[in-house]
């Protein structure tokens, strides 16, 4: 085999997996373009992908994932620690000797008359000092070409490797897509992932959820930084100054939207900006400033296409048009375009579905034409309000970090933390209420903390832990000022009291003002909430007045008995590692709205 590092520890890890998959072919993946469009050639000639309009979508295409293999299987991921302890109660567990040897017996002889492709690959800016280093093996060209778009691939992420041993080893290999066989295993304490039997993405790009989530936040605990389920956007006001806000939602609360936001058009004509950092995850590290920095780990975006229009996101549609991977979305053969469910109010009459069968969007309305959680993997660098700081090895200085989930009644538009201790208290309990029949009743309360549940890689008290050991580095001056927001707030006849969208820029500008101290709050039972003149209400005459802000900014203390308890529930859900403080935090909260 030809190589193309002198490092030790990667070429022995080579020649072992080769020797366990046995495949006919290698190829190293170096980043060059000519070669990336010569696979994807390759693979439109087998079927595995398909070439779009060059028009209309230059350089796009189309794949779809067996029927079996439509999204991450939380019940098939495990975290691999030498004891369960180390896992923790959230995490399936099982044990790491038993588990090499299960997946070794799985992948072995998996890629005769196959081709074995070597990804290497960087989290963040090659070279930053918060970036990582991973190298994906794969018999997948999807998966070459979707880590190539979410990554950066290629001979100069080995050059910054050097001879160093700090990089993730991931094993990939298709098998059979067999959903009995089917695992997606993390060792921490190897800085290894292994996949199985699935072709989807959030399976199988390794540097994903797998290592930008589950083995970041172990390295993470251990090297005192920070790996989080987070958007990183930045709010540029008249003046030009841009402040930083890093912020986790759970699904289907509106995460990607927050991104990318456009500013209402009364914020947008004063010369207000919002840029786009990352719409997923960040690396957060404490500079030689002493503040909290934080880098996007990515280089594109996998997002959820069904529901993405010209409303909804303008900035993600704009990001697909070119360069992109779409996944089980609805192929428009009249055009040789794709659609997906909320796109437009025009589904193609002429089409394939994401299961490749004939579909008639005017006839066949029994099923969708997409699959609900069909994707594009699209260039970071299409996006029109990518930040100009997205390169920056440094990354960017935050300012605030904000939380939010959906709750109808319970929390109010926005609230501050007391101090930090409280806000990891405020992440910790971070939750949603089930809005879809299909996830069992409406309205059930599922915690999310730090909407990091199916991510953490390790037992989650201890990962609580980790955030107050970080507050207790930093100089509170310096440390980012904790919040929590609920868009979805609802009035007695079940309409959502506030706007949301681009709106949310209002809510925003009073926690930069929070934290510039421009502001004074009322202390409430449940933490700092904003005078209701504070918040800009300009433009939305008709929608929003004073009166309906404060029904918003309402603390209902019965509501905050019963949410105490559950919390005291889920608390005791978690084992002996929830810290004091926290326990603390939860007494005050009791006392405050007993």
């Known amino acids: 085999m030809e190589r193309l590092t002198t490092n030790p520890t990667v070429n022995a890890w080579l020649d072992e997996r080769i020797a366990l998959l046995n495949p006919d072919k290698i190829v190293w993946i170096t980043g060059d373009k000519a070669q990336l469009d010569a696979l994807k050639a390759e693979a439109c000639e087998t079927g595995e992908l398909y070439k779009l309009n060059e028009e209309l979508l230059p350089e796009c295409y189309l794949h779809r994932t067996a029927v079996n293999d439509v999204a991450r299987v939380e019940a098939r991921t495990f975290i691999c620690t030498p004891t369960k302890e180390e896992a923790g109660p959230l995490n399936n567990w099982m044990d790491p000797a038993e588990t090499y040897k299960m997946l070794d017996d799985i992948a072995r002889d998996s890629y005769k ?34 880590m190539a778009i979410m990554t950066r691939v290629g001979t100069k992420v080995l050059e910054a490797l050097g001879d160093s041993d700090d990089w993730v080893r991931g094993t990939h290999c298709k098998c059979d897509i067999d959903e009995e066989k089917r695992y997606i295993c993390q060792f921490p304490q190897d800085n290894a992932i292994y996949s199985v039997n699935s072709g989807y993405g959030g399976n199988v790009l390794l540097g994903k959820k797998c290592f930008a989530l589950r083995i970041a936040s172990y390295q993470a605990k251990n090297e005192g930084w920070q790996a989080e389920h987070m958007l990183i956007l930045g709010l540029e006001n008249p003046k030009g100054e841009t402040k930083y806000i890093c912020a986790a939602f759970p699904s289907a609360c509106g995460k990607t939207n927050l991104a990318m936001m456009i500013p209402p058009e009364g914020y947008k004509s004063k010369g207000y900006k919002v840029w786009c950092v990352g719409d997923d995850i960040s690396w957060i590290r404490k500079g030689a400033d002493g503040r ?15 529901g993405t229009n010209e409303k909804s996101n303008p900035n993600a549609l704009a990001s697909t048009k070119k360069g992109t991977i779409f996944t089980n979305v609805c192929h428009n053969l009249d055009n040789n375009t794709v659609w997906w469910e909320g796109l437009d109010k025009n589904p193609p009459t002429n089409a394939l579905d994401w299961t490749g069968k004939p579909w008639n969007g005017e006839v066949d309305t029994d099923r969708p034409g997409a699959n609900p959680n069909s994707r594009f993997t699209a260039p970071a660098k299409n996006c029109p309000c990518l930040s100009p700081e997205f390169e920056n ?162 603390v209902d203390k019965a509501l905050w008995q019963e949410e105490a308890k559950g919390i005291e529930e889920f608390y005791a859900s978690l084992g002996n590692t929830v810290p004091k403080e926290l326990y603390d935090c939860l007494e005050t909260l009791k006392k405050n709205v007993g």
Not at 119 to 126: A, L, V
Not at 296 to 305: L, Q, S, T
Not at 464 to 487: C, M, R, S, Y
Request: aromatic share 12%; glycine share 10%.
């Open 393 to 554: 090895p440094n990354g960017v200085p935050i300012s605030a970090f904000v939380f939010g989930g959906r709750r109808a009644k319970l929390a109010p538009l926005v609230y501050q933390s007391r101090d930090w201790n409280h806000g990891v208290f405020i992440g910790s309990v971070l939750s949603s209420e089930t809005t879809a029949a299909a996830t069992g009743a409406v309205g059930v309360v599922r915690r999310d903390p730090m909407a990091m549940r199916p991510f953490i890689g390790y037992d989650c008290g201890t990962y609580f832990q980790h955030w107050l050991d970080i507050g207790k580095t930093l100089d509170p001056e310096k440390a980012p000022k904790i919040f929590n927001v609920n868009w979805f707030r609802k009035d007695d006849e079940g309409h959502f009291m506030w706007p949301g969208f681009g709106d949310n820029l209002r809510v925003l500008e009073w926690i930069i003002k929070r934290c510039d101290g421009e502001v004074d709050a009322d202390e409430t039972p449940i933490g700092f909430m904003p005078k209701p003149e504070d918040i800009n209400l300009e433009g939305l005459e008709g929608e929003v007045d004073i009166n309906r802000l404060k029904e918003m900014l309402n």
């Open 292 to 306: 909290l920095y934080a880098i996007n780990p990515e280089n594109g975006f996998f997002g959820v296409a069904p």
């Open 113 to 146: 008359g196959r081709t074995m492709y070597i990804i290497p690959y960087s989290m963040g800016p090659i070279g930053s000092p918060l970036a990582k280093i991973g190298i994906e093996i794969t018999d997948s060209i999807y998966v070459v070409s979707n």
